[in-house]
């Protein structure tokens, strides 16, 4: 398995994704350098949803090796149960 940030940074605020511009265009292509990695491959992801000490939603992207769809969501499950026992867990950071 091979284990990524799912996303280059935590989300923008509204008011900020609402300017859009340069900084929201340079957030989108460092996500999707990350996020493309299965796509291209044909790979199996699945995200695992966590949060930063602040509340803000962030995760995991786990990829898995091909036509072993199962066995990855059963790690991802796993892992999400882990992570979810401890606290702070701090989300990883491109």
């Known amino acids: 398995m091979l284990i990524l940030p799912s996303a280059s940074s935590v989300a923008p605020l509204l008011r900020e994704a609402a300017l859009g511009g340069d900084a929201i265009e340079r957030v989108r292509r460092a996500t999707m350098q990350l996020t493309c990695v299965a796509g291209i491959a044909g790979l199996p992801a699945v995200n695992v949803p966590l949060s930063t000490a602040d509340g ?3 995760g995991v992207s ?3 090796p091909a036509h072993r769809d199962a066995d990855l969501l059963a790690f991802a ?3 999400g149960t882990s992570l979810l026992h401890r606290k702070n867990t701090p989300c990883p950071t491109a």
Do not use: E
């Open 56 to 58: 803000l939603p962030c």
């Open 62 to 64: 786990v990829i898995g």
């Open 77 to 79: 499950v796993r892992l």
